[in-house]
């Protein structure tokens, strides 16, 4: 204890400078770094019953994000792959982190329901519709509710919900001003309300909807994805490998990697990030990596910037990735 004590004594100003330091460069500001990614195995992330044996992989990209703090917010005017971008760009304005995080969970959850309809059909396998659901997706900050994004609606009076269409029908007829909603939140039943309110001379709740549907398959699929990881730019990597699992292997023992939404007509779309998914890609030595024929331009410019050797595609639609691959050489 009296080693310690003479240690204080003699070096309290290197201390105190020390500790201020440390309280200042980890102070956070309004910030998230953005930086190369990396890639996760699918296989990783899907178990599907009676799961062939690939000698090639396919991959999802992911862009790094860090939490800014003043350390790392003045060390990225440094490093020449490390982006700054204002945190309010993340959300939209007068929103919650929680709000959003959870519209980004619903947005996985339905890329990849997305997946299986399209892996399924095209590969003449059985699917049904086990659940239809509709969830609260955003909120305006000027509505009048107490309803929350991720709520489940079950009735709106004495309706009950289980499509979108009912639910705007029953919005879009209705003579009252107050709405009743019936609403799942964390396994328990609420009844909640929501006003009508007055925005650009129209009446309107400020709330939408999201339809989610989920698909019964066989043979079945389990997702296994950590909590962590979110959002739709999986969607067509996603709608790939399950559909290599049905079919004759497509990778022909290459590593491939990609991005892109799908929609339920299997039309890719464009994502952000793209540049930072190609070097996380190329660090993990990718052979192909898939992108939104609207993110091409993007992707080609850093393949060239930085002389990559990874074979870039351009896709539209899933389709159009499948024949790539069918025609691709071993």
Not at 23 to 28: D, F
Not at 98 to 105: D, G, I, L, P, V
Not at 248 to 268: C, P, Q, R, Y
């Amino acid at each position: 204890m009296k080693k310690i004590k003479n240690f204080i004594k003699e070096n309290w100003k290197f201390l105190i400078l020390y500790i201020t330091l440390f309280i200042v460069l980890t102070c956070p500001v309004p910030y998230y770094i953005e930086m190369p990614g990396g890639v996760i195995n699918i296989k990783d992330r899907i178990k599907i019953e009676n799961q062939k044996e690939i000698k090639g992989n396919f991959y999802l990209s992911y862009v790094s994000t860090l939490d800014g703090n003043v350390a790392n917010y003045l060390f990225s005017f440094l490093k020449k792959d490390w982006e700054r971008v204002k945190k309010q760009d993340f959300v939209i304005e007068d929103e919650s982190i929680e709000a959003s995080n959870k519209r980004s969970q619903m947005m996985l959850s339905d890329a990849n329901q997305v997946a299986l309809y399209i892996a399924y059909k095209k590969a003449n396998k059985k699917i049904d519709l086990k659940d239809s659901r509709v969830y609260v997706y955003y909120i305006m900050n000027e509505a009048d509710t107490s309803l929350e994004v991720g709520d489940q609606i079950i009735k709106v009076e004495d309706t009950k919900i289980d499509d979108l269409d009912t639910l705007v029908n029953f919005i879009q007829n209705t003579d009252k001003k107050e709405l009743t909603f019936t609403v799942l939140r964390n396994n328990k039943t609420y009844t909640l309300k929501a006003n009508f309110i007055k925005k650009d001379n129209q009446n309107m709740l400020g709330i939408a909807f999201h339809h989610y549907i989920e698909i019964e398959t066989d043979p079945k699929v389990t997702f296994n994805f950590k909590e962590q990881e979110s959002g739709p730019s999986g969607g067509l990597m996603m709608t790939l490998a399950v559909y290599n699992q049905l079919v004759s292997d497509l990778t022909k023992n290459k590593k491939i990697a990609g991005t892109g939404t799908i929609e339920m007509d299997g039309t890719v779309g464009a994502i952000d990030g793209v540049k930072y998914k190609i070097m996380g890609a190329v660090k993990k030595k990718m052979d192909i990596f898939f992108v939104p024929q609207d993110n091409y331009k993007e992707a080609m410019q850093v393949k060239n910037e930085k002389d990559y050797k990874i074979n870039i595609v351009a896709v539209k639609t899933f389709d159009e990735a499948v024949e790539y691959l069918e025609k691709m050489k071993n």
